[in-house]
C-alpha cells in the first residue's frame, strides 16, 4: 500500500522545537520531490518547505526561514521537518507531498503547481499547536 505518514505533531510552547517526520511505504522517495505543506484554521494550505530528489535544493516560505529545515533521507524512505523557534502562527495540520521528478520541480511544488499526472501523494497530516 502506499502511503505517507506524518508524526511528530504535538503541543509546543512558543520559542520551542518540534521534528516532524513523512514515512514512504510502497513507494521509494529516491525519485520524488518532497514538500511540508500546513494549513491552519480558516486559512488556506501553504506550502511550507520542500526539497528536491538528489541535489538537496531547498525552498522555504519567508514566514519559516531561518527557523525550519528540511532534510531527507533515503535510505529510511523518511523526510523531516525540523522547527525552531515556533510561533503560535505556525500553529496547524502539518502534511507532507511527494511529487515525481518527471511531474515539474521541488519549487513548483511548493509554489502549488498543478499536479498534471495526477501521481502526488499526500498524508493525512499531524497536528502542530504552539501554545502557552
Known amino acids: 500500500q502506499v502511503q505517507l505518514v506524518e508524526s511528530g505533531g504535538g503541543l509546543v510552547q512558543p520559542g520551542g522545537s518540534l521534528r516532524l517526520s513523512c514515512a514512504a511505504s510502497g513507494f521509494t522517495l529516491d525519485n520524488y520531490h518532497i514538500g511540508w505543506f500546513r494549513q491552519a484554521p480558516g486559512k488556506e494550505r501553504e506550502g511550507v518547505s520542500c526539497?528536491?530528489?538528489?541535489?538537496?535544493?531547498?525552498y522555504y516560505v519567508d514566514s519559516v526561514k531561518g527557523r525550519f529545515t528540511i532534510s531527507r533521507d533515503n535510505a529510511k524512505n523518511t523526510v523531516y521537518l525540523q522547527m525552531s523557534s515556533l510561533k503560535p502562527e505556525d500553529t496547524a495540520v502539518y502534511y507532507c507531498?511527494?511529487?515525481?521528478?518527471?511531474?515539474?520541480?521541488?519549487?513548483?511544488?511548493?509554489?502549488?503547481?498543478?499536479?498534471?499526472?495526477?501521481?502526488?501523494?499526500w498524508g493525512k497530516g499531524t497536528l502542530v499547536t504552539v501554545s502557552s
Open positions: 507531498a511527494a511529487r515525481p521528478t518527471y511531474s515539474g520541480s521541488y519549487y513548483g511544488l511548493c509554489a502549488g503547481q498543478k499536479d498534471v499526472y495526477g501521481m502526488d501523494y
Open positions: 526539497i528536491g530528489n538528489s541535489d538537496g535544493n531547498s
